[in-house]
Structures are given as C-alpha cells and as structure tokens.
Nanobody
C-alpha cells in the first residue's frame, strides 16, 4: 500500500488547513493515523481513526482544534486543522495500521506516506 499526502502549506497563526491522504490499495479494517515531526523533535501522533470511525484518538495538544475523518469508499483519510499555532509547524505524515484497531504508537503502523509540510507563521 502506498500513501500520498497532500494539503500542506504556509498559513498564518489562527488559520486553517486541510490535509488529505489517499491510499493506493484497500484500507478495509485498518486504522489510519496522522503523525507529525518538527525539526530536531521526535515523531508524535496527532490523531487516529479506526475503520468504522467509531474510535478516534487525538493528542492533547490538538484536541478541539483538529478533526480526523476518513472516506472508506475513497481509501482516504483527512485532517482538518483549525486555529493553527506556530508550534504546529512540522511535516505531517499519514500512516496505516493493518493489525491494531486502536493504534497510537508509531511502531504499530505498517505503511507511511511521504509527509507534507505545514508551516504556521506568527
């Protein structure tokens, strides 16, 4: 499975961006997640969603600002980012876990996209 993320860019603080990530293969019964990595920092989970959308996870630092969703017919996961802050600046990666319905750790994910850069100016 290959993942193609898009939607990153430059935005002012307080603004919004919408990321999307399309999978090349079927995503049936998978968990899809978004991670981010800022320069000189470790990769961290942002949000995740299971196949049915009945479970979602958000990192504390994005709760109330970001929303994860998925369209299984299109094998695509989305991340709506509102009220962006300069500290949200990072490369954002989408990923798929084929075996963990509640995956929150990066080592539980099997497939990774190439990353899309989000830059938030103050």
């Amino acid at each position: 499975v290959q993942l193609q993320a898009s939607g990153g860019g430059l935005v002012q603080a307080g603004g919004s961006l919408s990321l999307s990530c399309a999978a090349s293969g079927p995503t049936f019964s998978t968990t899809m997640g978004w991670f981010r990595q800022a320069p000189r920092k470790e990769r961290e989970i942002v949000a995740a969603i299971n196949w049915r959308g009945s479970w979602t996870y958000y990192a504390e630092f994005v709760k109330g600002r970001f929303t994860i969703s998925r369209d299984n017919a299109k094998d695509t996961v989305y991340l709506q980012m509102n009220s962006l802050k300069p500290e949200d600046t990072a490369s954002y990666y989408c990923a798929i876990s084929s075996h963990d319905s509640y995956a929150r750790r990066s080592d539980r994910y099997d497939y990774w996209g190439q990353g899309t850069l989000v830059t938030v100016s103050s």
